[in-house]
């Protein structure tokens, strides 16, 4: 684990919550391991690097578990599994099925949701500097999409999918020129919805979809560092 007590003394400081400051350490650090390494964390060495007691890290624990990005083994700590080539596989062509679904009922709504996702696209930029924010903000344009399509189950199913490959995302965009690529892909999708074109819509989708699963099967060359927020 990197070690940055300091920047949860200066957020207690600032009056935060200390189950909020450790709950957003560990989810950086655990969103920033490399996707295919399995860790075990203990709420002693947590306690340590935050410098917390061990209620705020039970509790962060919990929220965390609650996000599927970890599982809470009784008495022991905390279980980091690695991702699978076959688990990326599976959650990719799921993906798949339901945002091309989607963004075809989504398409309907032309220049009201384009606009929508223009303003996404714009913050999402604005964080390209940050790999965790940057991937939130790309959960948040996908997200926007499918809940246009107007249906509630595939909208909840398709939560899960993407509390899973958060972690995924993260390599994903370490890869290469990929943050350029996705912010040009998101606004092809945004002008083929504002055409209220269809087919160009799922067809846009599908063209994204592939090239990050092609990004989540590349080898990473390059180190994430979660204190610095850079790639070196």
Known sequence: MSPNPASGVAALQRGDAAQDVVYA??????????????TFLTEAQVCRETGVSRTPVRE????LEADGLLTILPKKGAYIAPITESEVDAIMQARGLVEEWCSR??????SSLADELDRLIVQQEQVRNDRVAFIESDREFHRTIVRAAGNPVLATFYESLRDRQVRM???AISVGSRIDDVLAE??????????????????????HLARTLAALRAPMTRHWSP??????
Do not use: Y
């Open 25 to 38: 350490w560990l989810k950086q650090h655990v969103l920033t391991l490399p996707r295919n390494e399995a």
């Open 60 to 63: 962060a624990f919990l929220r």
């Open 105 to 110: 009922e989504a398409s309907r709504f032309g």
């Open 169 to 171: 995302g993260v390599h």
């Open 186 to 207: 998101h606004r092809a999708i945004a002008d083929a919805i504002r055409a209220s074109q269809a087919e160009q819509v799922v067809e846009a989708v599908g063209e």
């Open 227 to 232: 204190d610095t927020r850079t790639v070196i």
